[in-house]
C-alpha cells in the first residue's frame, strides 16, 4: 500500500467516526429530551398526589358521625362514630353482610345476607345522590341510605 491509498482509508475511517459520534451525539440528545419529559410528568403526577394528601390529611382520623339506614323489610338506622376517610362499605358491612361486585371501576351491592330484594340494591348520600362506588371514603357526618329498588 502506498502513502495516498493510507491516507485515503484514513481519511475514510475519520469521516466515519464523526458521522457515528454525530448520530450518537443525536441520540444523547433525543433520550434526554424523553427523559426530561418524563420527569416532568412525574413531578406533575407527585404534586398532584401531595396536594390530594394535603386535602385530605386534615380531615383524615378525626371522628365523624355516619348513619346508616337500610330500607329493606323495614327500616332500621345506625349511627356511629368512625374515622375520618372510613369507607362506604366499610360502614355498611359492620352491620350487615353484604355481597358486593366490582365490574372494575365501582363496587356496588347486589345481596344483603338475610334481606330478600327482588330488585337492585342501591346506596344514596344524605342529599339524596347516588352513591356510585362502594370504596369512596367519608370524611364528613353523614347519612347513607340502602334501599332495595323493587319488591323487598
Known sequence: MNRDSIHMV?????LGL???SIFLAVRVVLLLQDTS???DYLAGQIKKVDAMDNLNSSAMYKPIHVTLCVNASGSSCFREVYVGGVTVLSVISRHYPVVVRSNGSAVKII???GEDCSGEWRV???????V???LIQIYDDT???VKCLGRC
Open 10 to 14: 484514513l481519511v475514510f475511517l475519520s
Open 132 to 134: 356510585e362506588d362502594l
Open 18 to 20: 464523526a458521522l457515528v
Open 143 to 145: 347519612t347513607l341510605y
Open 124 to 130: 344514596y348520600n344524605g342529599e339524596g345522590k347516588e
Open 37 to 39: 419529559r418524563t420527569l
Open 111 to 113: 345481596g344483603i345476607v
